[in-house]
């Protein structure tokens, strides 16, 4: 599964923001896909995931009640809606395609990569 995010950018603190990524391959549909972040001199965090019917997700403590994931298996995508932004979500967003329908926290979990995205907050 190859991957292309988008819709990164620049955004006021409490303001929104959604970034899509794109998959390419038979096999977006089976698994669950995830979303990563990866601040400058931080390691990759873990952001949210979703199965593979959708019917399940899971979000850092850092977003959960802010971040929706989503994905739409028809158009071979899968969405993070950002809502009240802080400075401290700053980072480069990386989707992440899932070794099974459900695919956990770990970065173990994924197979595939994309490029990533990056997210700007100001304050």
């Known amino acids: 599964v190859q991957l292309q995010a988008s819709g990164g950018g620049l955004v006021q603190a409490g303001g929104s923001l959604r970034v899509s990524c794109r998959a390419s391959?038979?096999?977006?549909?089976?698994?669950?896909m995830g979303w990563f972040r990866q601040a400058p001199g931080k390691e990759r965090e873990f952001v949210a995931s979703i199965s593979w019917n959708g019917g399940g997700a899971l979000y850092g403590d850092s977003v959960k009640g802010r971040f929706t994931i989503s994905r739409d298996n028809a158009k071979n995508t899968v969405y993070l809606q950002m809502n009240s932004l802080k400075p401290e979500d700053t980072a480069v967003y990386y989707c992440a395609g899932g070794r099974r329908p459900y695919s956990g926290k770990s970065v173990d979990g994924y197979a595939s990569w994309g490029h990533g995205t990056l997210v700007t907050v100001s304050s």
């Open positions: 391959g038979r096999t977006f549909s089976n698994n669950a």
